[in-house]
């Protein structure tokens, strides 16, 4: 069992940054690739970055490449953060933590674990 726990989120205005964190603890932590997804207000939710268990491979959702950027603390920390600059209006939305096999399972949405979520709010 692996346990997730987000932290980071809140009010940012348009072009701002944020930065959202992602603990995770149990055993067979430190096996799983991370990433995160967000829901938007109405929409159903989305795929927006993920890192490997070894943090050497990264992929992005091609809207938020570029301005976005995933890392991971090296062992025995297994911690991601993600990194959000020039916010907008359309990132906004609820994000969640994610535990999978590897990158592409969850690029494909297939997720093991997932956290409760943190609330990132892109508003003037």
């Known amino acids: 069992q692996v346990q997730l726990v987000e932290s980071g989120g809140g009010l940012v205005q348009p072009g701002g940054s944020l930065r959202l964190s992602c603990a995770a603890s149990?055993?067979?932590?430190?096996?799983?690739?991370m990433g995160w997804f967000r829901q938007a207000p109405g929409k159903e939710r989305e795929f927006v970055a993920a890192?490997?268990?070894?943090?050497?491979?990264?992929?992005y959702a091609p809207a938020v490449k570029g301005p976005f950027a995933i890392t991971r603390d090296k062992p025995p920390k297994n911690t991601i953060h993600l990194r959000m600059n020039s916010l907008k209006v359309s990132d906004t939305g609820v994000y969640y933590c994610?535990?999978?096999?590897?990158?592409?399972?969850?690029?494909?949405?297939?997720?093991?674990?997932w956290g409760q979520g943190t609330r990132v709010t892109v508003s003037s």
């Open positions: 994610a535990a999978g096999a590897s990158v592409p399972m969850l690029t494909a949405g297939r997720v093991d674990y």
């Open positions: 149990g055993r067979t932590a430190g096996n799983y690739a």
């Open positions: 890192i490997s268990s070894t943090g050497t491979n990264t992929y």
